[in-house]
């Protein structure tokens, strides 16, 4: 079954730390992968895409990384901010998952000021 | 320019009643996808319409959930005889492109709306 699941499911940091969220993955055969953030009450924000022949993908504090093999994937968020503090999901578009994307249950993030 | 929107965003209704739920994709998308989130969890995939065609509906739950998309733009919910394990925020996607461009890694951000909450009472 193709699966994803989110390491830790809450973090909680002060303001100013670089964390790491983890997303791992059961099936390396993969389309690409998606990193996303909510907000409480709120719809999901694209942050980062990684398609399966990349390794690594960044947006200003933010560091996605893709190891096909190990089935991991990463997101770095550098000098955190008390605005960085929401929901994290991590998606996967498996090859032979129709055009459906995977979601594992994400990881609660609170930055402290 | 507008990202995707969805209406109604919140919908109470009484278990046994009918319900619809809109969703206008980003301009010029060709795919549009529907997810349905329940608290605390990550959203699970329900239906994907390439164009106006359903080209994978096999994650409606059971025959009381269906969707259309007539004219390849907005789309429409439809929740028959609701129970209250309906009860979630409903979510819309869009993509550009679909799944051969995501075949050929060419894909295929999707951009999320807002969601509608319903609650079945």
């Known amino acids: 079954k193709q699966e994803v699941t989110q390491i830790p499911a809450a973090l909680s940091v002060p303001e100013g730390e670089n964390l790491v969220l983890n997303c791992s993955f059961t099936?390396?055969?993969?389309?690409?992968l998606q990193w996303f953030r909510q907000d409480p009450g709120k719809g999901l924000t694209s942050l980062l895409l990684i398609q399966s022949s990349q390794r690594e993908q960044t947006s200003g504090r933010l560091n996605a990384s893709l190891d096909k093999s190990s089935g991991r994937s990463t997101l770095y968020i550098a000098a955190s901010q008390p605005g960085d503090s929401a929901t994290y999901l991590c998606a996967v578009s498996f090859v032979g998952g129709g055009s459906r994307l995977t979601f594992g249950e994400g990881t609660q993030l609170t930055v402290n000021p | 320019g507008a990202g995707v929107s969805q209406t109604p965003s919140n919908k109470v209704t009484e278990k046994g009643k009918y319900v619809e739920l809109r969703c206008d994709p980003i301009s010029g998308h060709t795919a549009l996808y529907w997810y349905r989130q329940s608290l605390g969890q990550g959203p699970e995939f329900l239906i994907y319409?390439?164009?106006?065609?359903?080209?994978?509906d096999s994650g409606l739950p059971n025959d009381r959930f269906f969707a259309v998309r007539p004219e390849g733009s907005v789309s429409t919910l439809k929740i028959q005889r609701t129970e209250r394990g309906d009860s979630a925020v409903y979510l819309c996607a869009s993509s550009l492109s679909g799944l051969w461009d995501r075949v050929l890694g060419r894909g295929n951000e999707q951009f999320f709306g807002p969601g509608t909450r319903l609650t079945v009472l």
């Open positions: 319409f390439q164009g106006t065609g359903a080209a994978d």
């Open positions: 099936d390396s055969a993969i389309y690409n």
